[in-house]
C-alpha cells in the first residue's frame, strides 16, 4: 500500500525554538511538496523537490527551509518558529509522468507555535 | 494562487446529487484535479480532467470548460458519508504543481 507518513502528529512549540516536520515516502517518487493549510486559504505552496538536493521555494517559503538527502525523505524545518506559523502542514508525492497530479498526502502535523 | 475559487459550503439531501463549483482564472495549465478530504483527514485524489467536457466516473463526475474557466464536481446518489470537503486544483506545467481552492464543504442531511 504506497503511503506517506508525517511525523510527529502533533506538535507544540514556543516561539523563537526550532521545528523539524519529517516526512518520508515508499514509493520511490522523486517530486515530493511540503504545503500548509489554514482556514479559509487552502492548501499554500511552501517547497518544492523534484529529487535529491534539488528544491524550489514555492509561493509562501519566508521563514521555511527543507532538506532532501534521500529520495524517500523530506523535512521542512522552521528556524525560530513564529506564532503565524502555526496551521496543519502537509506533505506530499507524485508520481512520474508529466500528466500525473494524482498526490499522495500525508496525514499532516498540526503545529501549534505559542 | 492562480485565482482557483469555490464556494465555502453546499447542502444536500441523502439520495440526491451536489454540485461543487469551481472557477479559476489561469490559463495554460496541464488540467484540473479534485480531491476529498475529511474533516482532520488527508486530502484523497478524486479525478483528473485534462479535456473539456464532462467525466463521467460512477459516483463522481467532474465536467472542465476551458474557456469559461470552470469545473465541477458532480456527486450522485449521495450518501450522509459524502459529507466532506472538496478541493479544486489547477495542475501547472512546472512539476504538475497543483494550486488549490479552499475547499467547499460538503453537508449531506438525511
Known amino acids: 500500500d504506497m503511503k506517506v507518513t508525517q511525523m510527529p502528529r502533533y506538535l507544540i512549540k514556543r516561539m523563537g525554538e526550532n521545528v523539524l516536520l519529517e516526512c518520508g515516502q515508499d514509493m520511490s517518487h522523486e517530486t515530493m511538496y511540503w504545503y500548509r493549510q489554514d482556514p479559509g486559504l487552502g492548501l499554500q505552496l511552501i517547497y518544492i523537490?523534484?529529487?535529491?538536493?534539488?528544491?524550489s521555494e514555492g509561493d509562501i517559503p519566508k521563514g521555511y527551509r527543507v532538506s532532501r538527502k534521500k529520495r524517500e525523505h523530506f523535512s521542512l524545518i522552521l528556524d525560530s518558529a513564529k506564532t503565524n506559523q502555526t496551521s496543519v502542514y502537509f506533505c506530499a508525492s507524485r508520481p512520474p509522468g508529466q500528466g500525473n497530479s494524482d498526490y499522495t498526502f500525508g496525514s499532516g502535523t498540526r503545529l501549534l507555535v505559542i | 494562487g492562480q485565482g482557483v475559487e469555490q464556494p465555502d459550503n453546499l447542502m444536500s439531501v441523502e439520495g440526491t446529487f451536489a454540485r461543487v463549483n469551481c472557477t479559476y482564472s489561469t490559463s495554460g495549465f496541464n488540467g484540473l484535479s479534485w480531491y476529498q478530504q475529511r474533516e482532520g483527514h488527508a486530502p484523497v485524489f478524486l479525478s483528473y480532467?485534462?479535456?473539456?467536457g464532462l467525466k463521467d466516473s460512477g459516483h463522481f463526475s467532474t465536467f472542465l470548460s476551458r474557456s469559461n474557466g470552470y469545473s465541477y464536481l458532480l456527486l450522485t446518489e449521495l450518501q450522509i458519508k459524502d459529507s466532506a470537503s472538496y478541493l479544486c486544483?489547477?495542475?501547472?506545467?512546472?512539476?504538475?504543481?497543483?494550486?488549490f481552492g479552499s475547499g467547499t464543504k460538503l453537508t449531506v442531511e438525511p
Open positions: 486544483a489547477v495542475s501547472m506545467p512546472n512539476y504538475n504543481v497543483l494550486y
Open positions: 523537490s523534484y529529487d535529491v538536493d534539488s528544491n
Open positions: 480532467v485534462v479535456l473539456d
